[in-house]
């Protein structure tokens, strides 16, 4: 059977983040993602129907000290993936990505991602902040709903 879904997903990520034409930011492919999957298991969510993915979830853990760099825009978003190696104890969750298909939006899907991908990585490590960098409202209020389920202080970074 076709991913129809799959297709609409990367025209949706493209469009929206414009990751390629950045080289400031991560730009997700299958290396990116093999990384990711190093890094912890939990980074990269996705909900799927019969017909391919409808919702997608990044987190990165990384330390309180990249997490205070990216956010003082010392590092970019790339840095921040190429600075952060398995085998440290993590702290802070970088709230990176998540992208919903227009018809499955309002009904949860990403917070219950993030949420899943931050409690698997506090059985693992002892997160103690979250952190964003908006591109949107929705963003920020998927951020700060996580937050506060959590009870974990949100920093963002700023425009």
């Given at each position: ?20 034409n ?27 129907d ?40 993590f ?11 227009p ?5 949860g ?8 991908a931050v409690?698997a ?20 209020r ?5 937050s506060r389920?959590?009870?974990?202080p949100?920093?963002r970074?700023?425009?």
């Amino acid at each position: 059977m076709k991913n129809e879904n799959l297709d609409r997903m990367i025209a949706l990520a493209e469009d929206f983040f414009a990751a390629k034409n950045d080289p400031d930011q991560i730009a997700v492919d299958e290396e990116v993602m093999d990384r990711l999957r190093k890094i912890h298991p939990a980074t990269l969510g996705e909900v799927a129907d019969e017909h391919g993915p409808i919702a997608w979830m990044l987190v990165l853990p990384t330390t309180r000290q990249l997490m205070e760099q990216f956010l003082g825009k010392k590092i970019t978003e790339r840095e921040l993936l190429d600075l952060t190696n398995g085998g440290t104890t993590f702290d802070a969750v970088y709230l990176c990505s998540a992208l919903v298909l227009p018809e499955y939006r309002h009904k949860g899907l990403a917070r219950r991602l993030a949420l899943e991908a931050v409690r698997a990585l506090q059985r693992d490590y002892p997160i103690r902040e979250l952190f964003y960098w908006s591109f949107s409202r929705e963003g920020t209020r998927l951020a700060e709903s996580v937050s506060r389920s959590l009870d974990l202080p949100l920093s963002r970074r700023p425009e």
